[in-house]
C-alpha cells in the first residue's frame, strides 16, 4: 500500500528554491528541525554515521524529478478530455483540477500542474544565487549579470497535488504532493544541470534505482555547472531527504560545494576527494551529528565530526565519487500535458 495516499503537501511555487546558504567554516547550522537535544555528548556509532554519510552521497544522482514526472505519464495515459478538466490553456504552464473518473475506469483527484516557464524560473532563481555565484570559477570571464534569454521549455516542472489510481487497482497507483524542476541550461558559455526537489512522490511497482523505490523524501537543491562542452564540473548541494535505512534516516548538506581539479577560474583550492560545507545527519533517539569538510586543511576525504552544539568527536571519512560524476538527467524527450 502506498502510505502517502491521502496525503496531500502544503504545494508552493515551483520557482521557490531554498535560498543557498553562504559558505562557512564555523559550525553551520541546520536549516530544519533536526531533533538537536541538550546535555552531555553521545559517542555515535561511527560505522553506522559513516554508512549513513556515504549512502546520502551516493543517492544525490538520483534526485531527480524525470522518474517521477515519467511515472505520472505512464499512469495518467487514461485522459476523456473532461477528467482531469485542464484550465490556463493558453500559457505555457497550464494546469488540472479533478475528483472524477474517467469513462475508462481511472481516477483522478488534486490539482497539478506539470509545466513550468523555463525562462522566468532561470532569471528569478538561478542565474544570480546560481549561475553568477559559480560561473567565473567554471569560466573565466564569465559575464554575470547579463539577463537569460532561452526556451520557455526545456526540462521537468511539476507542482501541486494529484492522485491516480488505475482500474482495477484498490491503492493509488501515483500519488505526488510538492513541486520541483530539473533542467539543463547554457547560458554565456556555462552549462548548468540544475535539480529542485520539495516533494513527496509514490509509485505502485515503480523501477528500482529511483529514489522514489528507495523511499527518499526530498527538499533539496542540487547545481551541477561545466563550461560549454567540459567535463569537469563544479558541483553544488543545499537542502535534505529523509527515508535512509539504518540509524541515520535524515541527512542535510548545508552549502556543500565540490571544486574538482581542472575547473579553469576555480577561486578556492581544488580537490577531488572532498568538498568544502558540512553535511548533518540525524539519529532519532540521540539527535543530530555534524561532519564539517575542509579540503584547503587536508584533501583526504575525511572532515571533523561534531556534536550538534559543536563538540568534537574524531573524524569520519566518505567518497565523494558520486558527486564529481553526472547528476541526475534533465529531460525525458517529452513533455505531456
Same mark, same amino acid.
Given at each position: 500500500?502506498?502510505?502517502?495516499?491521502?496525503?496531500?503537501?502544503?504545494?508552493?511555487?515551483?520557482?521557490?528554491?531554498?535560498?543557498?546558504?553562504?559558505?562557512?567554516?564555523s559550525t553551520p547550522q541546520p536549516s530544519g528541525d533536526t531533533g538537536t537535544s541538550t546535555g552531555s555528548a553521545t559517542e555515535p556509532d561511527t560505522a553506522a554515521l559513516e554508512l549513513?554519510?556515504?549512502?546520502?552521497?551516493?543517492?544525490?544522482?538520483?534526485?531527480?524529478? #524525470? /522518474?517521477? !514526472? =515519467? $511515472?505520472?505519464?505512464?499512469?495518467?495515459?487514461?485522459?476523456?478530455?473532461?477528467?482531469?478538466?485542464?484550465?490556463? +490553456?493558453?500559457?505555457?504552464?497550464?494546469?488540472?483540477?479533478a475528483s472524477c473518473l474517467t469513462e475508462g475506469g481511472t481516477q483522478y483527484?488534486?490539482?497539478?500542474?506539470?509545466?513550468?516557464?523555463?525562462?522566468?524560473y532561470v532569471e528569478q532563481e538561478l542565474r544570480g544565487p546560481v549561475m553568477d555565484r559559480f560561473g567565473?570559477?567554471? #569560466? /573565466?570571464? !564569465? =559575464? $554575470?549579470?547579463?539577463?537569460?534569454?532561452?526556451?520557455?521549455?526545456?526540462?521537468?516542472?511539476?507542482?501541486?497535488? +494529484?492522485?491516480?489510481?488505475?482500474?482495477?487497482?484498490?491503492?493509488?497507483?501515483?500519488?505526488?504532493?510538492?513541486d520541483g524542476a530539473s533542467t539543463t541550461v547554457t547560458h554565456e558559455g556555462l552549462t548548468l544541470r540544475h535539480h529542485w526537489i520539495d516533494a513527496l512522490c509514490e509509485v505502485s511497482g515503480g523501477e528500482d534505482g529511483t529514489w522514489m523505490a528507495a523511499g527518499l523524501v526530498p527538499s533539496i537543491h542540487i547545481d551541477q555547472l561545466a563550461a560549454?562542452?567540459?567535463?569537469?564540473?563544479?558541483?553544488?548541494?543545499?537542502?535534505?531527504?529523509?527515508?535512509?535505512?539504518?540509524?541515520?534516516?535524515?541527512?542535510?548538506?548545508?552549502?556543500?560545494t565540490l571544486r574538482p581539479t581542472g575547473l579553469r577560474g576555480a577561486t578556492a583550492s581544488p580537490c577531488d576527494l572532498e568538498p568544502v560545507g558540512s553535511i548533518w545527519l540525524t539519529n532519532r533517539e540521540k539527535g543530530p551529528v555534524v561532519?564539517?569538510?575542509?579540503?584547503?586543511e587536508a584533501c583526504d576525504g575525511c572532515g571533523e565530526l561534531r556534536t550538534g552544539w559543536g563538540e568534537p568527536l574524531g573524524e569520519v571519512c566518505a567518497d565523494f565519487s558520486a558527486m564529481r560524476g553526472s547528476m541526475g538527467p534533465t529531460d525525458i524527450?517529452?513533455?505531456l500535458p
Open positions: 500500500m502506498i502510505l502517502g495516499a491521502a496525503l496531500f503537501l502544503a504545494c508552493d511555487d515551483p520557482s521557490t528554491p531554498p535560498e543557498v546558504p553562504a559558505s562557512t567554516t549513513a554519510l556515504q549512502a546520502a552521497i551516493d543517492a544525490l544522482p538520483m534526485l531527480t524529478m #524525470v /522518474p517521477c !514526472y =515519467a $511515472a505520472w505519464a505512464e499512469v495518467s495515459q487514461d485522459q476523456d478530455g473532461s477528467c482531469p478538466i485542464y484550465f490556463g +490553456a493558453e500559457t505555457s504552464a497550464p494546469s488540472w483540477y483527484a488534486g490539482i497539478f500542474t506539470t509545466r513550468f516557464e523555463q525562462a522566468s567565473p570559477e567554471v #569560466v /573565466p570571464g !564569465y =559575464a $554575470a549579470g547579463r539577463p537569460y534569454q532561452g526556451p520557455d521549455l526545456d526540462g521537468v516542472g511539476m507542482d501541486g497535488a +494529484a492522485i491516480v489510481v488505475l482500474p482495477g487497482s484498490l491503492d493509488p497507483d501515483f500519488v505526488f504532493g510538492g560549454e562542452g567540459d567535463d569537469v564540473s563544479l558541483t553544488n548541494v543545499s537542502g535534505a531527504f529523509t527515508g535512509l535505512s539504518g540509524a541515520y534516516p535524515t541527512v542535510e548538506f548545508v552549502d556543500v561532519v564539517v569538510f575542509e579540503p584547503r524527450g517529452r513533455v
